[in-house]
């Protein structure tokens, strides 16, 4: 019992000192590419992969519904066909680059999702990004490893324990997801 109130204390605390003001700059980011018909791209391995593909979920399909206009998202880690012929073909490290590169344009926005910050795959899509013109964001855990200062700007889960960092970067993006679909649906009414 005191090992599970720990564990919920803990994620409790990380999820309380997220950055208010920098999460509302990101809803305001995300509300301009959906109005500039922009696109969103996210990217991970692992937890952060089936991350990913959950909130592309609510992102194209919940805004579209409440606004009735779709929101142009992609989760790289969705086409398992493409992305083993890229790792097949070249390396697991270019799945994610060699994605992104016909269909990312300036002014798009990247999230890259990433516990430990290092995966190399993801990196090498976030430079590809930043090479692109796309604004990219970082999520990560530990102290951001070597994809924060890739990134244009990061949030950093501050915990060296990879389920917490799941969990801080899910309710991340659950919490831009809710904030944005408010502001579509007010639109829509008004």
């Given at each position: 019992m005191e090992q599970i109130e720990f564990y919920l204390r803990d994620v409790s605390k990380l999820i309380a000192e997220l950055p208010v003001a920098q999460l509302k700059g990101l809803v305001d980011r995300l509300l301009a590419c959906y109005d500039e018909g922009r696109?969103?791209?996210?990217?991970?391995?692992?937890g952060s992969a089936s991350t990913c593909s959950?909130?592309?979920?609510?992102?194209?399909?919940?805004?579209y519904l409440a606004g009735k206009r779709t929101f142009?998202?992609?989760?790289?880690?969705?086409?398992?066909a493409l992305?083993?012929?890229w790792?097949?073909?070249?390396?697991?490290e270019q799945i994610f680059a060699e994605q992104l590169r016909p269909w990312v344009q300036p002014g798009d926005l990247v999230m890259c999702v990433s516990?430990?910050?290092?995966s190399p795959n993801v990196l090498n899509g976030a430079s590809l990004a930043r090479?692109?013109?796309?604004y990219v964001v970082a999520l990560a855990g530990f102290e951001g490893g070597k994809l924060a200062p890739l990134a244009d700007e990061a949030i950093i889960v501050p915990s060296d324990n990879m389920q917490r960092i799941e969990d801080g970067h899910m309710v991340i993006l659950h919490v831009l997801f809710w904030r944005m679909l408010q502001e579509v649906e007010q639109r829509a009414q008004g």
């Open positions: 696109q969103l791209f996210l990217m991970g391995n692992g959950h909130i592309v979920n609510d992102f194209q399909k919940c805004i142009r998202c992609m989760a790289l880690t969705d086409n398992v992305m083993t012929a790792a097949n073909d070249t390396d697991y516990g430990s910050g290092n090479e692109m013109g796309a």
